[in-house]
């Protein structure tokens, strides 16, 4: 019997879902994170020649991997690709195996169609397209520093220094303040700072703040559904310039949103969708990434799942 194997590799985990031909589920195995471009080739491929060996383990006796789609983080670039392509099929020489950035499964899971853009919207933020002839794209996504515009660390952050604003005297009083504090445990806008500028202060936690945000903003506080208004402007320009610089031939082009901005309730999608043009249909991704990477491992393969994918989906959250 046939298995096929769909891998999303982010830079947080790497997830791999084995099904055999029919679409049963055989496993779901979550190792480290595999982005190329935060931990370099040598961590990376170790990452993922420890889940070859759990992939392997995990197959009965009579199964036999066919085809295997990853979906990597940061090999955005042709040669990239086509290294990790090299390096993984002379792990698998019996299979099919192809390798695309990790927002093409995203894309997938989100459509069913191969062809669209992907907004995410997490941490960081990048859109990503890929139109029918295979030409492909990418938008944003250069890191805290000199981008990720509209991201929940953009959000985060400039929710903390809406609260300093207020504070000062040079902006709007603001439910952050008191959702800020309570939630660092402080009692003053100033005793804040040695806490977001501490060392060990990551990106997420600052991206942490964007729920107060959220919530501030459905309390109907000013500043909050500023602070949206402005990642959703960012967020949709993303994709505005997609489709500039990317030609699609269908009328209307599927975009997936997908990301922790973009979760079931979150104000954003309503903003996002309302400021995008009616060349696209907007859908929020109900399926993690690594669905669209079986779905391509299946049709790479030649094959489509049978009875027990429906079944099998149901396991995959």
Request: proline share 5%; hydrophobic share 40%.
């Given at each position: ?215 501030a903003a459905q309390e109907g506080d000013a500043v ?94």
């Open positions: 019997m046939k298995a096929f194997v769909g891998v999303d590799g982010g830079g947080s985990k790497t997830r791999a879902v084995v099904v055999t031909e029919t679409g049963e589920w055989i496993a779901d195995i979550v190792t480290a994170g595999s982005n190329v471009n935060h931990f370099g080739w040598e961590r990376t491929q170790s990452v993922l020649q420890d889940l070859f060996v759990k992939i392997r383990a995990a197959l009965p006796p009579d199964v036999r991997i066919h085809s295997l789609f990853f979906g990597v983080a940061g090999v955005d670039r042709p040669e990239a690709r086509a290294r990790m392509t090299e390096w993984i099929a002379s792990r698998f020489p019996e299979a099919i195996v192809e390798v695309e950035s990790d927002t093409l499964p995203a894309l997938v899971s989100g459509s069913g169609e191969t062809a669209g853009i992907v907004l995410i919207g997490g941490t960081g933020s990048i859109a990503f397209g890929i139109n029918e002839q295979g030409e492909q794209c990418r938008v944003g996504g250069w890191g805290y520093l000199i981008g990720d515009e509209g991201s929940g660390y953009a959000i985060g952050k400039d929710a903390c220094a809406m609260v300093m604003r207020s504070f000062d005297g040079r902006g709007p009083q603001t439910l952050l303040t008191a959702k800020l504090l309570d939630f660092y445990n402080v009692e003053t806008p100033p005793a804040l700072i040695p806490l977001v500028y501490a060392t060990d202060m990551t990106r997420e936690q600052i991206a942490g703040a964007t729920r107060f945000v959220f919530e909050s559904i500023d602070l949206l208004s402005k990642a959703a402007d960012e967020l949709s320009d993303l994709v505005r310039t997609m489709l500039g610089r990317l030609s699609f031939k269908k009328e209307r082009v599927p975009v997936v949103l997908t990301g922790g901005l973009f979760h079931e309730g979150s104000p954003l999608l309503d903003m996002v969708r309302g400021r995008l043009s009616e060349r696209v249909d907007v859908v929020r991704s109900t399926h993690p990434p690594v669905v669209g990477a079986v779905s391509l491992a299946f049709k790479q393969g030649g094959a489509t799942p049978g009875d027990h994918w429906e079944q099998t989906l149901v396991r995959i959250k």
